[in-house]
């Protein structure tokens, strides 16, 4: 069965520097959005993306996060200068088409740790 | 206001017997959807079910099966025969619809913890 991936499963880092969360959706899967969800709390929603451009986005996405599909197949999620805030899991999850019953797929999360 | 209100922080449950997670929602939208995932302690978010708001059934899946009151913006979710395997993370998420210009991000309640007990 088809499934969306995330790489790498952990990443540490120290605050200040640029991380790049990689997601690969479902082949055949045309909206996409990153997810954060910090340790103990809810789910959060970060931003979708359709047709190479941002759809929507929350209040969290602010300038130090940036989203691009570069190669037709990759999704990724950059954090230009990481805050210790930043420590979460993130999820990045896929749907076929924008109708209410389609089921966002989820990936497996990057576990990201900002010292 | 929050719109997903997940009440039990934590629940337990005996291995065999059914539970009811509680999830009450809030949204002026006609069209909507609510879905209900799995997060075990490994952290990935797994898809357990969805029901929507024109739906008029309750959604089932295996085990799994919804309990949709509309007009109490319920949306509980109830598990029978508990397994061991169930003891996890339980979040409830809606969809609102399209009149709000959303692409369909989903929005989270708290959660619920169960543990299974043997």
């Known amino acids: 069965e088809p499934e969306v991936t995330q790489t790498p499963s952990h990443q540490v880092t120290q605050m200040g520097q640029e991380v790049i969360l990689r997601c690969v959706p479902i082949?055949?899967?045309?909206?996409f959005y990153w997810y954060r969800q910090i340790l103990g709390q809810k789910v959060e929603f970060l931003v979708s993306?359709?047709?190479?451009?941002?759809?929507?986005k929350s209040e969290i996405f602010d300038d130090q996060f940036s989203v691009e599909r570069p190669d037709g197949s990759n999704f990724t999620l950059k954090i230009r200068s990481t805050k210790l805030e930043d420590s979460a899991m993130y999820f990045c999850?896929?749907?076929?088409?924008?109708?209410?019953?389609?089921?966002?797929?989820f990936g497996p999360g990057t576990r990201l740790l900002v010292l | 206001a929050q719109k997903i209100t997940q009440t039990q922080p934590g629940m337990f449950v005996q291995e065999k017997e059914a539970v009811t997670l509680d999830c009450t929602y809030d949204?002026?939208?006609?069209?909507?959807?609510l879905f209900w995932y799995k997060q075990p302690s490994s952290g990935e978010m797994i898809f357990l079910i969805y029901?929507?708001?024109?739906?008029?059934q309750n959604a089932t899946e295996g085990r799994y099966s919804l309990n949709f009151q509309k007009a109490r913006k319920s949306a509980n979710l109830v598990i029978s025969a508990s397994q061991l395997g169930d003891s996890a993370m339980y979040f409830c998420?809606?969809?609102?619809?399209?009149?709000?210009?959303?692409?369909?991000?989903?929005?989270f309640g708290k959660g619920t913890k169960l543990s299974v007990k043997p």
């Open positions: 993306f359709y047709n190479n451009e941002i759809s929507e």
């Open positions: 998420a809606m969809r609102e619809g399209r009149n709000r210009g959303s692409q369909g991000n989903l929005i």
């Open positions: 082949s055949n899967h045309l909206y």
């Open positions: 949204t002026s939208d006609p069209s909507y959807g």
């Open positions: 999850a896929s749907i076929f088409r924008d109708r209410d019953q389609e089921t966002q797929y």
């Open positions: 029901q929507g708001s024109y739906d008029q």
